[in-house]
């Protein structure tokens, strides 16, 4: 009687290795737009901008996390880096634009008190009428933020002298002077002039009966 050979052993069975994680391209990116929005949150002006390139870093991170068979690393970095851009981005924007309106609020009070004290400074406003003749009639006037005066004199003996004091105005100040010399009946030489702190701003002379000097300036030498 023969005797059957054995079975043959089972072949044995070996898992498949797991395939080899590949780079992440997106990852990287991703880490370079955190990097790029996280040092922009930081610089005043750019960090407007700032949180944009932090959410298409954002958006890679995320997308590069997913993917099969990739690193996962640098694209969790990057995703980190990014959502953190993005959060100091907008804050440190409020606090600049916080502080640069701060600065422009307190330099236009400056400027306001500024022109308050320029307003309030007062000003010498001499008018004078000389000549050859031997009498006058004189108007004159002064106008200024600070009020008006207006005065007439005839028959006045020459040489003839007043003096009047305004305030120097702020930036929309308007200001006007003015006198007017009308000579005597006998004739003569008639001629006017009026200073403003300290400067000859307006002159005129006239000759003849009756002659009229008219002298007229405006602003207060600023």
């Known amino acids: 009687m023969s005797t059957l050979p054995p079975p043959p052993a089972p072949e044995q069975q070996y898992a498949a290795p797991a395939p080899a ?38 958006v890679l991170g995320i997308v590069g996390l997913v993917q099969k068979n990739k690193a996962k690393g640098l694209a969790l970095t990057g995703t980190i880096l990014s ?33 308050e004290a320029v307003a309030s400074q007062p000003v010498d406003v001499v008018y004078n009428v000389t000549g050859t003749s031997t009498t006058a009639s004189i108007v004159y006037t002064a106008y200024s933020d600070g009020g008006s005066k207006s005065e007439s004199a005839s028959d006045q003996a020459l040489p003839w002298t007043k003096t009047t004091t305004v305030k120097k105005g ?7 002077f003015s006198v007017t010399a009308t000579a005597g009946q006998d004739g003569g030489d008639v001629a006017c002039s009026i200073t403003v702190d300290g400067k000859v701003v307006s002159e005129q002379k006239a000759s003849g009966q009756f002659a009229v000097a008219s002298c007229i300036a405006t602003g207060t030498g600023d």
């Open 21 to 58: 994680k590949s780079g992440n391209g997106l990852g990287i990116a991703a880490l370079i737009l955190g990097i790029l929005a996280l040092i922009g949150a930081f610089i005043p002006f750019l960090n407007y901008g700032a949180w944009f390139l932090g959410l298409i870093g954002l």
């Open 83 to 115: 959502g953190v851009a993005i959060i100091l981005s907008i804050v440190l924007s409020i606090a600049y634009t916080a502080m640069f309106a701060a600065a422009v609020d307190s330099s236009i009070k400056e400027s306001i008190k500024q022109d």
């Open 170 to 176: 702020g930036t929309f100040d308007f200001s006007s």
